[in-house]
């Protein structure tokens, strides 16, 4: 049957020469998201923020005391009757018991520690120190102390000034020789009676004390300088000679 002259085209019929596709027709791109602008700070504020004042130093560990109920080892008791005045403070912390001693007392409260029968530290296993430069008495000289017969330990610290005289107890525990030498030349200790005080680690003629916590960042270089300010310039002067 032939189709009818009259009747309308089918709007959904697609043009002579194209094909008819079911595809839905493509969305538009959407926008990319413009990031939220984080509000200003109130004046202020910010000017607290720029002029907060800085935190200070610490002036040294804290040094606590032992726990209720703990009670301190029998000998810190004996060595307390022994020496009036021998120990300033108990210390007790993650197991370990600390008592620091004034200085004038270290080689008394030593040779006590390795002869007294309920102690007997016949070996000093270490000696360290630790630098507090906000405190007078900068340095904290630490020794630690091994019973072999008792199998305990013990730690004894003594608080000196920068060129306070630290008795050396190498007469008492020879191994403790190197071990002060190695104190003297990274902090500096003025450690007295000691029969070979060298530097262990550094050159003889090394100036300054590497560990202590005002030591400069570059080192002393030639000259040992406090002021920023003059290292800048030696270091410049030392540019300008490379070039020329």
């Known amino acids: 049957m032939a189709d009818d002259p009259t009747t309308p085209p089918d709007s959904n019929q ?10 839905p027709a493509p969305k538009p791109p959407t926008p990319a998201a413009t990031p939220a602008t984080p509000p200003a700070k109130p004046p ?19 040094d606590p005391p032992p726990p209720a109920g703990q009670a301190p080892p029998a000998f810190i008791a004996t060595l307390q009757s ?13 197991g370990d018991w600390t008592i620091i001693v004034p200085v004038t007392h270290l080689l008394e409260v030593a040779r006590h520690l390795r002869d007294a029968a309920d102690a007997s530290f016949d070996m000093c296993s270490d000696v360290t120190a630790t630098d507090w430069p906000p405190r007078a008495e900068r340095f904290d000289v630490v020794y630690c102390l091994y019973s072999t017969r008792h199998h305990h330990r013990i730690r004894v610290k ?9 008795p050396s107890v190498t007469a008492l525990w020879p191994s403790a020789n190197w071990l002060e030498r190695e104190v003297f030349d990274m902090f500096g200790v003025n450690f007295t009676g000691h029969p070979d005080r060298r530097r262990i680690l550094m050159p003889e003629d090394w100036q300054g004390y590497p560990e ?4 400069p960042l570059e080192g002393p270089g030639e000259l040992l300088m406090e002021n920023p300010l003059d290292w800048l310039k030696l270091r410049q002067a030392r540019d300008e000679a490379d070039i020329e």
């Open 158 to 166: 003594v608080r000196a000034a920068e060129h306070e005289p630290v």
């Open 82 to 94: 022994a020496i009036a005045g021998s120990v300033s403070q108990i210390s007790y912390w993650v």
């Open 44 to 62: 202020a504020a910010a000017a607290g923020a720029e002029h907060a004042p800085k935190a200070a130093p610490p002036s040294g560990p804290t």
């Open 212 to 215: 202590r916590k005002d030591y």
């Open 14 to 23: 697609p043009p002579p020469g194209e094909l008819k596709s079911d595809a």
